[in-house]
């Protein structure tokens, strides 16, 4: 019924009916870490040449949190990111999600995995241009078995939480970038994924635009307590997030906890009546060395 002309939207959405599973079988398995990789390793060949784009990469991310992957233009992001779910087969080590061992099913098997349990969200959006916004977002829905009716409420519902209420029946053309993007946000989230990866989400929106989409999407991983994989070159972006991997040349160059930096940054405030007076610390307290405690 629908004519899909994107591929990258049509190779993650497009199944047949038969394949997909209803959401009740979603596995209840008890795993610790979201996502896992091994010793994973990535080489393209092109002719004679042969690019490591990724070397060694050792990475847990734990089920809830926000984890950018910051680096550079061509520092392995893109490659990292497709292996993590399992859009591309790496060329050594293992990729879990959930502890499955995702690098090593079939891409039937895949696409089946990748529709129950993963969401997308796209740089250039990746809408279908001939459907609406409602129709897009009900997309997904309809390789689970959701009639048409309920698949078309959960995406007025969903349009109406990113604040595209009076938007619905609009077409991507008819939308500016940063409404397109929480389009592809809603569509990302209509399944109630347990993991969203966005690579260069923002990447074509300005700065004003860019808050306000990251604030609308990282608004719906935590309350809905999902796992999000980020990549950017922004270290901006980064701020918004648990934790900061960020790597060069295929390799994991630094791993931050930044919840613990933000807690430190910013301390939770007591209210300054409530403070004994020895804890009111000034200059001179601090210097002697009385600092009250
Ligand atoms: P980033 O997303 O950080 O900009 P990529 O992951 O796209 O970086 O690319 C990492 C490296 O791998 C680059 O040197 C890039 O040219 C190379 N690369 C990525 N995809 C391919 C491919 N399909 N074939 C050959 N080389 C590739
Ligand atoms: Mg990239």
């Not at 992957?69 to 999600?97: D, F, H, Y």
């Not at 009076?166 to 569509?187: F, K, L, T, Y």
């Amino acid at each position: 019924p629908f004519f899909f002309n994107d591929t990258a939207t049509t190779e993650i959405y497009t199944l047949s009916l038969h394949d997909a599973l209803p959401i009740s079988a979603r596995g209840g398995k008890n795993v610790q870490y979201m996502v896992e990789t091994k010793n994973l390793r990535k080489v393209y060949r092109t002719g004679d040449e042969k690019v490591v784009a990724l070397d060694n990469i050792d990475l847990t991310i734990e089920q809830g949190q926000v984890c950018c992957i910051l680096g550079t233009s061509g520092s392995g992001k893109s490659t990292l990111l497709n292996q993590l779910a399992g859009l591309e087969k790496p060329t050594r080590g293992t990729v879990k999600i959930k502890g499955e061992l995702i690098s090593k099913m079939s891409e039937k098997q895949l696409a089946v995995f990748r529709q129950k349990h993963i969401g997308f969200v796209f740089q250039s959006y990746n809408l279908i241009q001939g459907m609406t916004a409602v129709e897009n977002v009900a997309m997904p829905l309809m390789f689970r078995r959701v009639s048409r009716k309920k698949r078309e409420e959960a995406a007025r519902e969903m349009l109406k939480q990113v604040g595209l209420g009076e938007r619905m029946d609009h077409r991507p053309n008819e939308m500016s970038g940063g409404q397109q993007q929480r389009v592809g946000i809603a569509r990302a989230f209509v399944t109630n994924p347990e993991v969203v990866f966005a690579d260069e989400p923002t990447g074509n929106l300005d700065t004003k635009t860019t808050k306000e989409v990251m604030e609308m999407f990282l608004r719906f991983a935590r309350e809905k307590g999902t796992t999000i994989i980020l990549v950017t070159h922004d270290r901006s972006l980064a701020e918004y997030c648990d934790r900061i991997v960020t790597i060069s040349d295929g390799r994991i160059i630094s791993n931050e906890d930044h919840r613990h930096a933000k807690a430190i940054q910013d301390p939770p405030a007591a209210p300054a009546e409530e403070l004994p007076e020895k804890l009111h610390f000034t200059d001179n307290t601090l210097a002697a060395g009385q600092g009250g405690v």
